[in-house]
């Protein structure tokens, strides 16, 4: 299983990022996939979730309808788009991979998204 995410960077207050992750390895359409963020010293929270066939959707509380996690169609990825960026919205952000009934998690290396003027 790898994850590979892209797509991080510097952008000012209000800004937007897309973010990608490319799955292999795996049957990507069994796996629901999650967005991560994790501060240093802090726990890792959840941003996004995103099922498969189904493509129900979960997002933090913090997200306020700024963010959206999709599933590309017909290639292994999945997006989160991620708009009225804010400083505490800096972080680096995980993909991760589980199947439905499992308790395994695969994670990609994270990408460093800043928010700063």
């Known amino acids: 299983v790898q994850l590979v995410e892209s797509g991080g960077g510097l952008v000012q207050p209000g800004g937007s990022l897309r973010l990608s992750c490319v799955a292999s390895?795996?049957?990507?359409?069994?796996?629901?996939m999650k967005w991560f963020r994790q501060v240093s010293g802090r726990e890792r929270e959840l941003v996004a979730s995103?099922?498969?066939?189904?493509?129900?959707?979960t997002y933090g509380d913090f997200v306020k309808g700024r963010f959206t996690i999709s599933r590309a169609k017909g290639r292994a990825t999945v997006f989160l788009q991620m708009n009225s960026l804010q400083p505490e919205d800096t972080a680096v952000y995980y993909c991760?991979?589980?199947?439905?009934?499992?308790?395994?998690?695969?994670w990609g290396q994270g990408t460093q998204v800043t928010i700063s003027s």
């Open positions: 390895g795996f049957t990507f359409s069994r796996y629901i």
């Open positions: 995103i099922t498969s066939p189904d493509g129900s959707t």
């Open positions: 991760s991979a589980r199947q439905a009934y499992s308790s395994t998690d695969y």
